[in-house]
Each structure stands twice: as structure tokens, then as C-alpha cells.
């Protein structure tokens, strides 16, 4: 079983930046193809990015060109470079990993992001 513990998120104004780290514990992290999902006040968990464990990467068209997902299996973490933030941004985002051998699949417990003037 892995851990997930989500880190950076806050408030920014509408055009910044803010870069979301996944720390995993326990387990093999590069066995687990990994994501970013967001869900906003009233609306349904929504895919944000996700990359495989052949770092193969794959965006919603919301954020396409302004998001990178990124991993760094030596340090299990996966990352979420987040620019040119919008006030649509603001939403909850959890960390997912699935593993790619028996699909279990686990859940961070989220890290707010607030796009706001």
C-alpha cells in the first residue's frame, strides 16, 4: 500500500504560479502511473494530468499548455507546475497513484488551490 501527501497549494492571483508536490511512501513509486485531479465546490472529481510509468503525460484541454506534470522516481514525488492560474483553477486537487500491476489505486487527501484577485 503507498501513501500519498500533497504540498503547495494556496492562494495566487489570477496569471501565477504554483507548483503541487505528490510525496509517496511505501511501495515502489515507479511502478505507479500517477495523476492530478481536481474538484471544485459543487462539481465532480475532474482528471487534471496524469503520467505513466513510462513518463508518457496526458492533460485536460482546460489546462493544456499552462500545466506540466512531471516525476521523479528517485525521490518518489510527482509534481504539477501550475501557470498562468485562473480563477477556474480554484478547486481541491488530490494526488493519484494506480499501480500498474494490480491497478489498486490510491488517494492523496488533497491540497487547496484558490485563484483569486
Known amino acids: 500500500q503507498v501513501q500519498l501527501v500533497e504540498s503547495g497549494g494556496g492562494l495566487v492571483q489570477p496569471g501565477g504560479s504554483l507548483k503541487l508536490s505528490c510525496a509517496a511512501s511505501r511501495g515502489i513509486f515507479g511502478i505507479y502511473n500517477m495523476g492530478w485531479y481536481r474538484q471544485a465546490p459543487e462539481k465532480q472529481r475532474e482528471l487534471v494530468a496524469t503520467i505513466t510509468t513510462g513518463r508518457t503525460t496526458r492533460y485536460a484541454d482546460s489546462v493544456k499548455g499552462r500545466f506540466t506534470i512531471s516525476r521523479d522516481n528517485a525521490k518518489n514525488t510527482v509534481y504539477l507546475q501550475m501557470n498562468s492560474l485562473k480563477p477556474e483553477d480554484t478547486a481541491v486537487y488530490y494526488c493519484?497513484?494506480?499501480?500498474?500491476?494490480?491497478?489498486?489505486?490510491?488517494w492523496g487527501q488533497g491540497t487547496q488551490v484558490t485563484v483569486s484577485s
Open positions: 493519484n497513484a494506480v499501480n500498474d500491476y494490480n491497478k489498486y489505486s490510491y
